[in-house]
């Protein structure tokens, strides 16, 4: 604290000292008509992050200039007794505004960076020789009692996160003249606000650059990034009743949480419902999926198969309603087995050709959801094809006779001679393996195990 009885000693080591400044000092003033002395005393031992100023430190007073801070005055620390005149506003030239509130910047020379967070404290007015504090009077004199700059920090939450992670922002400390951020390639970081989007940045180990004249803890920082777990459980499905669907989390190595509580990779549902499973992979990266089940039955009770039995020229038919059918989803696969044979046809069509016979109709719907008709498909030959008369080229008769029997037929004149084979079922028109007409008489058809047939040939 100066005292009244040393105003001659303060007047008189103001005029000795001077306050001159080397050009390394990152700021200049313009020196105006008008200032106000700021005596800073050894005792007031200035300081950056707790140790004294060292020889060569700057001290700077700014004011605001349309939102810009703009230097007042500087001093070149000493280690003795000193002063900064800071000027203010005088004939049209910049400076503090009377009444303004000093800010003060510190310049670490070996460092060779500012100091923008700086706490100063101020001597009481004692009505002589100190006639202000912080604010600036035109003529006035204030002392500095405490000064003290902390260094800035910038870092981020963690120095690990997974690529499905918000946004992380960066935890700030102190006050910066400028700042800006960049990063290592491939690391997606606003340059303003230094916000990481980890979903557009790479996996990996990444650097963030802070761009700063302030002094600062690290002008780096490390971080990794590390890859999410993949799950897709597929999409929403629907289920026949008494079938069962694998769910499968993959990731092998992870652990894994379901919605039933279990906590294998996979599990075996049969039930309507919602699905969800949690996945964390060996990095501590999690992932969920969701899937919806639905169940249902294929409904055949309102089906009424509509059927046409079977000729001498054709084969039996049974037609499917497909608009009777409740619950199941197109297309449709039919399935007729014979009764007596065991043997199956198949078809993706509402129409289905078979031979005359009993079958079961079974039905399975796109989703393989499979039913059993209930009741027994009866297809039935109208016509006594036996004895046939096959009357090519004639109007009004049989045209062509159709062999309902599976496998190759084999037809024969009554003298024992083969005339033609082919593959059945199917029609024969009368024609030998040259395609010609045979001639007029009887022929025996002979297919396999089955029953001959004889037919008759006239024209």
């Known amino acids: 604290m100066l005292e009244k009885g040393k105003i001659g000693i ?3 080591l103001l005029a000795i000292i001077g306050n001159g400044w080397s050009q390394s000092i990152p700021w ?6 008008a200032n106000h002395t700021l005596f800073i005393n050894t005792s007031a031992n200035p300081k950056f992050n ?8 700057a001290i700077g007073v700014f004011y605001d200039s349309v939102g810009i801070l703009a230097c007042a005055g500087i001093l070149e620390w000493s280690q003795s007794n000193t002063y900064i005149t800071a000027y203010g506003v005088f004939a049209g030239a910049k400076g503090l505004a009377t009444g303004e509130t000093f800010k003060f910047k510190l310049w670490k020379k070996t460092l060779n960076c500012i100091v923008d967070s700086v706490k100063v404290r101020f001597a009481a007015q004692d009505g002589a020789l100190v006639t202000a504090d912080s604010q600036y009077v035109e003529g006035g004199l204030s002392e500095i009692t405490v000064l003290e700059g902390f260094q800035a920090t910038i870092t981020y939450p963690k120095v690990k996160y997974c690529q499905n992670e918000p946004k992380a922002l960066p935890i700030i400390s102190g006050k910066f003249s400028t700042l800006s951020f960049s990063g290592s ?13 980890f979903a557009k940045s790479t996996i990996g180990n990444h650097t ?6 302030t002094c600062i803890n690290t002008m780096t920082y490390d971080l990794e990034i590390a890859a999410v777990p993949q799950v897709e459980l597929g999409n929403d499905t629907l289920l026949c009743v008494n079938s069962s669907l694998t769910l499968d989390a993959q990731n092998t190595g992870s652990t894994y949480l379901w919605s039933t509580g279990a906590q294998s990779q996979s599990i075996q549902v049969s039930s309507s419902g919602t699905y969800s499973v949690k996945v964390s992979s060996a990095n501590l990266c999690v992932a969920t999926d969701t899937i919806q089940i639905q169940s249902y039955q294929l409904d055949l ?3 009424k198969p509509q059927l046409v039995n079977a000729d001498c020229k054709n084969q039996g038919q049974v037609l499917i309603d497909e608009t009777s059918m409740q619950q199941g ?5 039919y399935t007729l087995t014979n009764q007596h044979t065991q043997s199956s046809i198949k078809s993706t069509t509402a129409m289905i050709h078979v031979n005359d016979g009993a079958y079961q109709l079974s039905i399975k719907d796109k989703n393989g959801c499979a039913q059993t008709y209930t009741g027994t498909i009866e297809i039935s030959r109208t016509d006594d094809c036996n004895y046939p008369v096959l009357a090519p080229n004639s109007t009004g008769a049989l045209a062509t006779i159709f062999i309902p029997h599976t496998g190759v037929a084999k037809i024969y004149d009554k003298n024992g001679m083969l005339q033609k084979q082919l593959f059945v079922p199917g029609n024969w028109d009368g024609t030998d393996e040259s395609g010609h007409q045979v001639k007029m008489g009887d022929y025996y058809i002979i297919c396999d195990d089955h029953e001959n047939i004889i037919v008759t040939v006239i024209r």
């Open 10 to 12: 303060l007047l008189l």
């Open 28 to 33: 200049t003033v313009q020196a105006t008509g």
């Open 50 to 57: 707790g140790q004294p100023l060292e020889t060569g430190d």
């Open 185 to 197: 390639p491939n690391l997606s970081i606003d340059s303003i606000t230094g916000a990481i989007d």
């Open 208 to 213: 963030v650059y802070f761009h700063v004249t």
């Open 301 to 303: 009770s309102k089906l």
């Open 329 to 333: 989803f197109k297309p449709y696969e």
